[in-house]
């Protein structure tokens, strides 16, 4: 039976363990001078080897052959028997799956007898921050007086939901993300070990890929094998499969946002997608193009130590950053680095998506020094192309002063929008199809004389915009004839937005019309 590659390919000793250093040379020590401790906590992110040094550590102090550098020897009976998962003296528990105070109740009966054949009994028990408050008390009893044969391995990605009483008596153990080159060079092992043919190339992008974790870093590994088993693996191929994009790509995006072709930009998106790429990769790698090219731009020679490109790829890179400045490369990277974590729990990954590229065009959307910045940069190119920006403005103020009144609206005509609604969000210009989709999902309501618009997912700054509030204010008054005061809102999960106002099926009832007539386009007139 296939097994893969990160269970394969476990550290049997200390020197196995990569990028863990300090923690591994003090447990060593603690192991060949036996001054092990009786509780300890391994925090850090996934998978970079907490589990793996708990089992190597409750093996090291149980083998009855240890070498001298304090690991297990892998040949006598406690080690054959643990590494097996057959010993009785090293028991394994996941808090996620056993958090009840029943499961830690039934350890602290056992820990009153001492192990018959090995030294210590050990509990590694995983994702310990997903106990109960109760099974945190009663695991706090046995740790405040554990029999001297008793050592407790507490593995945690969450620190900080441990309780502070826990904390206090265990010896704490970070483990830190792994780098791109340990993992790459690890990799390269496990390969040369399983006879998989791999560029450098492609094992650096895989490494990058898995976000300092060794595991998910094998994992990858595995799959990239597996779907061209018996070729080189290369860095197209592994592209290829991972769903990301070659970098010429965001070189090409790049330009169009500096230039503010937004068809262009959007263009870019649609090709990425039809090509079958994850948008979530894209952003995150179109967030580490930009973070490289902010150090390619930076006077700092030992910048280009931590740029992990080709020097081909290097000099590349700084062409393109010099036509942007770092503080506007901040600002497209804060931005980008926001969309990263918001569109994981988006079914909108595409919206979102292009309503940030959007935003990286629109500096006139924010008001912090990198935007003003950069709209003063965009004056200046303007100026220096011959475009005259107070003639425009001039121009512009000319023709909203020709536009003939319109009346504000009453509630009863407000209440003409929510009957129209359709009709509106669909006729809103071409360039603002990003707020149609929004406004399409949105919930609006009347308040007085005011139409409150709920968004979900703070989508609610779609209509901060000053041009796409002018677009939507447009839309409304050519179909109703009437200006309307209108403001958004963010829909509270934790809040039901029916209950704190108006029913909008009630509101169109009023006007003789049911809810089903809102999106259609001619019975829905008044």
């Known amino acids: 039976m296939y097994q893969a590659l990160y269970r394969k390919f476990r550290p049997d000793t200390f020197d196995e363990v990569k990028g863990q250093d300090t923690i ?72 996620a799956s056993n958090s009840g105070v029943d499961y830690i109740r039934e350890i602290r009966e056992e820990v009153q007898y001492r192990p018959t054949d090995a030294e210590y009994r050990v509990y590694i028990i995983d994702e310990v921050h997903m106990l109960s408050v109760g099974a945190f008390n009663a695991l706090l009893k046995t740790l405040e007086e554990p029999p001297e044969y008793v050592i407790f391995i507490l593995a945690t990605t969450e620190v900080h939901k441990i309780p502070i009483t826990i904390l206090s008596r265990c010896q704490r153990y970070d483990f830190k993300r792994m780098t791109i080159d340990t993992m790459a060079d690890r990799m390269r092992e496990v390969s040369d070990i399983e006879g998989i043919r791999a560029e450098e190339r492609a094992l650096k992008y895989i490494a990058k890929c898995a976000n300092g974790s060794m595991r998910d870093a094998l994992s990858l590994l595995d799959q990239c094998a597996a779907f061209h088993m018996g070729e080189e693996l290369t860095y197209d191929k592994t592209l290829e499969v991972l769903g990301a994009v070659d970098t010429s790509v965001f070189s090409r995006l790049y330009e169009m946002i500096l230039s503010g072709n937004t068809t262009g930009a959007i263009s870019v998106l649609e090709d990425t997608l039809m090509q079958g790429r994850d948008l979530g990769v894209f952003v995150s790698d179109f ?25 081909e790829a290097l000099a590349v ?10 503080d506007t490369l901040m600002r497209f990277i804060r931005i980008f680095s926001q969309l990263s974590g918001e569109i994981r729990y988006t079914p909108e990954k595409r919206v979102l998506t292009e309503i940030a590229v959007i935003k990286l065009m629109r500096p006139e959307t924010e008001t912090d020094i990198s935007s003003l910045k950069q709209r003063v940069a965009g004056l200046e190119r303007k100026m220096a192309e011959g475009v005259t920006i107070a003639a425009v403005q001039s121009v512009e103020k000319k023709a909203e002063k020709k536009r003939p009144p319109v009346p504000d609206a009453l509630p009863e005509d407000i209440k003409k929008v929510l009957a129209n609604w359709g009709k509106i969000f669909r006729g809103l210009p071409e360039n603002h199809q990003a707020l149609s989709s929004m406004l399409e999902k949105s919930e609006p309501t009347v308040e007085g004389d005011t139409l409150v618009i709920a968004f979900e997912n703070m989508y609610e700054n779609l209509l901060r915009d000053e041009e796409n509030r002018q677009a939507f204010s447009d839309t409304v008054e050519k179909i109703i004839g009437k200006h309307v005061k209108f403001r958004a809102v963010e829909k509270d999960e934790n809040d039901r937005f029916e209950e704190t106002h108006p ?3 009630g509101l169109i009832n009023l006007e003789g019309l049911e809810v089903g007539e809102l999106t259609d386009t001619e019975e829905g007139d008044i």
């Open 317 to 326: 890179l700084k062409e393109e950053a010099k036509k942007s400045d770092p």
């Open 503 to 505: 029913d909008l099926g």
């Open 287 to 311: 967030t580490w193009y930009l973070r490289n090219l902010l150090l390619a731009g930076s006077r700092d020679e030992k910048m280009e130590d931590v740029i992990d490109v080709s020097s």
């Open 24 to 95: 591994v040379t003090t447990l060593k020590n603690q192991i060949i001078h036996g001054r092990i401790g009786h509780a300890y906590l391994f925090t850090g992110t996934r998978g970079t080897g907490k589990t793996s040094v708990a089992k190597l550590f409750a093996r090291a102090v149980n083998c009855s052959n240890r070498r001298e550098d304090g690991s297990p020897c892998g040949e006598c009976e406690s080690c054959r028997s643990i590494k097996s998962g057959a010993s009785m003296n090293v028991i394994e528990m996941d808090a």
